[in-house]
């Protein structure tokens, strides 16, 4: 059997309007369960940073942990702003491929500790006393997260290169 090529199965314009309706609403599931599943890791994260920064965070309520998720992203696009003149600047220069590596992870890492002092700052119901010391605790989570993520495939793709 041949394999199909990119431009041998339907087009949009081809399928009748129920099954339009049908992908469309595929789609939009699709999406929803996505933003539900991303929500849900976030409220984990800020639940965990609010559970060890007990001593330094005083909420209001629990509307006050929805609010800390919801402007994640808002925050961490407005944080974010200020990454890519820097990682520009940091591939113009000479520097050798591990520094570079290194430059930015730095950003990034600053670029998260920017983002979770502006959702503690602009979140309603949420005081903090030392504002950069559950900052830094997000920051180093989600550093310890990426590792973790980077370890599971590397490991993944050694495994499936053994196999082979």
């Given amino acids: 059997m041949e394999p199909q090529r990119p431009g041998d199965g339907p087009t949009w314009a081809s399928l009748s309007t129920p099954e339009k309706v049908s992908a469309a609403l595929g789609m ?4 929803l369960g996505i933003l539900a599943a991303m929500s849900m890791v976030m409220l984990a994260g800020v639940l965990v940073v609010a559970f060890l920064s007990s001593d330094l965070i005083e909420v209001e309520g629990a509307g006050s942990l929805v609010w800390a998720v919801v402007l994640c992203l808002p925050c961490g696009l407005l944080a974010g702003v200020c990454a890519p003149p820097v990682r520009l600047g940091l591939r113009l220069t ?11 992870m730095a950003t990034s890492a600053a670029t998260t500790f920017l983002g979770a002092l502006l959702v503690e700052s ?3 119901g949420l005081h903090v006393e030392h504002p950069w010391l559950p900052a ?3 920051t180093l989570l989600i550093a310890l997260a990426n590792l973790v993520i980077n370890y599971a495939e590397r490991h993944r793709s050694h495994r499936n290169s053994d196999v082979s």
């Fill in 94 to 104: 000479a520097i050798s491929d591990r520094g570079r590596r290194g430059a930015d």
């Fill in 136 to 138: 830094l605790l997000a």
């Fill in 28 to 31: 939009a599931g699709l999406g």
């Fill in 122 to 124: 602009f979140t309603p």
